[in-house]
């Protein structure tokens, strides 16, 4: 690991399978937890685009070593496979292997979705899913922060699993992006209010990863490419819906404190994006009344981005967004993943940038909002 320079990733990701969430809850419930856990993956089923793929592939000229149409088309890299995703010690073996310091990690599992299915015990459902993930980091908690999640249909059970998390030493809280995918009210509604009160009193981050939206079924059905690369692009540009629930309706005025973290959006759209509702009220006469400041006030002064290997993400930071809000991620151990070669991208990617803004993108930013 490197000496000169703490590198710490702001996204990073574990495999916790349900029979490991299994092990932390009454057996009593384990019939109602695999219930709920296939009535989820019934609903998922309906986004699968195979008949507008074959459709596609039958008006393509054939190409040499493509996959027969219904082939699932696969790409090989460094990471996949890897036992860390797992593993605790194996995660740590790779990321002193990668020079990483420290991670934040998120389960592939997004159980909010499913969680609040059980016909019998949600609540100690969700706390055996974040027991679990705690089990996985309880190897070095230090070096490995993971974001526990907080289903939102029941308030009250929101803010005791926050308080839970919080006594625990929990560095983050995962929420969904979306919560009108779950057919809730979005996050302006006052039902929040108590909870957005318990984060801001116990100082845990927000963390919004993108990844899934359900409200985009319509297009994933449609797109014809075999991976959905018509629809996947289109899923983090979808995180402004997100942001302008939390940035443009009060939110963040009424909870100063809050800490916001998008994960996985991107940059450079965003600087547009903060441009564009900046000017909705400085030029084009739109009326934001829970706001006495510029939107821009309110997600500079709360609002976090984590970015992989994008280009020019310093640029957009020092112009609109905030050297202070963007944090590097190596998205272990996904296909984009920088593993094992982090310390290579970053230099490449930071090459005489000034060491106070490297060392704030690269490490500071996640050790404060973090608390690493």
């Known amino acids: 690991m490197s000496t000169y320079e703490r590198l710490i990733s702001a996204d990073d990701h574990v495999d916790v399978g349900h029979e490991t969430v299994k092990q932390f809850l009454a057996s009593k419930f384990h019939d109602d937890y695999d219930a709920a ?8 089923a309906s986004m699968a685009s195979r008949e507008t793929n074959e459709r596609w592939r039958e008006q393509q000229a054939p190409t040499e070593g493509e996959p027969s149409s219904g082939d699932e088309v696969s790409y090989s890299h460094p990471a996949s496979g890897r036992v860390g995703h797992r593993d605790a010690r194996a995660r740590l073996a790779d990321m002193d292997a990668d020079g990483v310091d420290a991670s934040v990690v998120f389960c592939e599992v997004s159980a909010f979705r499913y969680l609040y299915l059980l016909e019998r015990g949600s609540r100690e459902a969700t706390r ?9 980091a309880s190897l070095a908690p230090e070096r490995l922060a993971v974001s526990h999640q907080i289903p939102i249909h029941d308030i009250d059970a929101a803010v005791e699993e926050v308080s839970w998390a919080a006594s625990e030493g929990g560095r983050s809280v995962q929420l969904p992006v979306y919560p009108a995918e779950l057919g809730l009210p979005d996050y ?11 984060l801001e009193e116990c100082g845990l981050p927000i963390c919004c990863h993108t990844g899934l939206n359900t409200q985009l079924e319509g297009l994933a059905r449609r797109d014809p490419t075999p991976q959905r690369g018509v629809y996947v692009p289109l899923v983090p540009l ?7 629930m939390f940035v443009l309706t009060g939110v963040l005025e009424r909870f100063p404190g809050l800490k916001v973290v998008f994960v996985e959006p991107g940059i450079a759209w965003v600087s547009w994006w903060l441009y564009t509702v900046d000017d909705l009220k400085l030029r084009q006469g739109y009326r934001f009344p829970g706001l006495r400041e510029l939107p821009s006030h309110y997600f500079r002064r709360n609002v ?4 992989i290997d994008e280009p020019d993400a310093l640029r957009h930071a020092r112009e609109r967004l905030g050297v202070g809000n963007i944090m590097w991620s190596s998205d ?5 993943s920088s593993w094992p070669n982090s310390r290579a ?23 404060r909002v973090f608390g690493l």
Not at 37 to 44: E, L, S, T, W, Y
Not at 345 to 362: H, I, K, S, T
């Open 37 to 44: 856990v296939d009535r989820h993956r019934a609903g998922m």
């Open 188 to 198: 302006w509604d006052r039902r929040y209010d108590r909870l957005w009160a318990a």
């Open 304 to 307: 976090f981005l984590t970015f």
């Open 345 to 367: 991208c970053v230099d490449a990617q930071f090459a005489n940038e000034p060491e106070d803004e490297r060392r704030l993108v690269l490490a500071g930013n996640a050790e």
């Open 332 to 336: 272990y151990p996904h296909p984009v």
């Open 238 to 244: 979808s995180a402004a819906e997100a942001m302008g």
């Open 128 to 136: 055996a899913f974040n027991m679990a993930l705690r089990e996985f």
